[in-house]
């Protein structure tokens, strides 16, 4: 791995900023939420590579850190919602709306977030097996329920092919 420099890790910020916050973005559904969870990537990220524990390259260790932040935000949220009784505005720019929205949030937010990274991204299983620590034919069954879920609960929320 390379070593940390100051260069380098702005370099990266600078090249990944955009595809993470759009990668957050999809995933919390809010840009408050989006950049909470990429400060924390970024963060988390900047503590390993420069603490020498950096073991994969650090884009990886970003996008993994991320989904991660994102995910938990995103429970937070959904758990503080529940506890309230209501439910905050969604639909802030560049992320989906409408049925589709409703039919993201409906789903496991693990299930959500490696939807929304490959959509966004354009991942290959491979990259996404190395992001999520697992193998092709794991992601590619993951891929699989998540998209019949998401169709699934798309058709129940009054979308239509």
Do not use: H, N
């Amino acid at each position: 791995m390379p070593p940390f420099s100051e260069d380098g890790f702005r370099r990266l910020y600078d090249d990944t900023l955009d595809e993470a916050l759009r990668v957050a973005r999809g995933i919390c559904g809010s840009d408050e939420d989006a950049k909470e969870a990429c400060q924390d990537a970024y963060v988390a990220l900047a503590r390993y590579w420069s603490g020498g524990r950096l073991r994969e390259p650090p884009r990886r260790l970003l996008f993994r850190a991320l989904q991660r932040s994102a995910v938990d935000l995103l429970r937070a949220r959904l758990r503080r919602e529940r506890r309230m009784g209501v439910s905050e505005p969604a639909g802030q720019p560049g992320t989906v709306r409408g049925p589709l929205e409703r039919a993201l949030r409906r789903l496991r937010p693990e299930d959500a977030a490696l939807l929304v990274t490959q959509a966004v991204i354009g991942m290959t299983y491979e990259e996404l097996a190395q992001l999520q620590r697992t193998s092709v034919s794991a992601i590619r069954a993951r891929l699989f329920r998540a998209r019949r879920d998401l169709a699934r609960r798309y058709e129940e929320e009054g979308g239509e092919w």
